[in-house]
């Protein structure tokens, strides 16, 4: 990961606009307009007065011209922290062509970062790594940008086990319900390794009752689809082995597998009312985005790290 090109991200990320698609969930005071209706700073329209409406509202001159009783209406405004969640454990640190999974996220979360703070929305952080988590409650400053930045682009420590792994992902969502308040606007960038625990299941669930998520899940081609039939040297980081790939059966039954992993996440999220993203490694992040947050400036491009060399780690 590279904190010159995070930095230089805020440039293409002037393209995006991630107020798009977007809802109010709680009655925070601040300066973003909200689906909610009620007394507040910008005038909506005027319409006819219905039982329960505040007295303080109607329209005496509309009312006094039609001889009927008119309300004001106004849209409230809101607050929208911005929670940048990026799973940077072991199982993100995989990569077969172009870049690691957890290179991906990183530009992910820079694009939505600076984009988030070009709209004067609060922004912070949660990075989940294998020994320890770094943590920003959102602030609207560039300083905290800079200082999530620089946490991305820091080298995450040693390994786990997978087991480890698995029981993180439930840790990882139990520390984003107890930083982000009710109403944010929460990223999820991960590739929900041990999503499917039921542990994972219930935070996820509890979280989502009270903020908006997006979750964007980062994959690498080689997760869904084995190389050509030979036989390949494997690491997990700490023990080595053999696969023969050219097995009868082996190829199709792998790939059915990641295909059934990755449609039960994302059936997971559907239910829960979470849209989910998928990135690729071989895919540049900012195309990912411009397709749901694109704004009103033509498109752009942006090719992949210069120094992004296909490395294979992990079994």
Known sequence: MDIARLLALRFPARQLDIRRRRRALAQLAGGQRSNFRGRGIEFEEVRGYQPGDDIRAIDWRVTARTGAAHTKMFHEERERPVLLVVDQRSSMQFGSQHCFKIVLAAEIAALLAWSALASNERVGGLLMRDADHWEMRPRNSRRTVLALLSALAETPAALESPEDQNNRFSTLLRSVRRVARPGSSVFLISDFEGAEQDEAREELFQLARHVEITAIHCSDPLEAELPPAGRYSVTDGDKRA?????????????????????????????RLGIPMLRGSTTQAPLTLLRNIYGGSQAAGSISFSSNANPVKHGS
Do not use: I, N
């Open 242 to 270: 053999e696969l023969d790939t050219g097995m009868p059966g082996l190829s199709q039954r792998f790939a059915e597998l990641y295909s059934q992993r990755l449609e039960g996440h994302q059936q997971q999220l559907q």
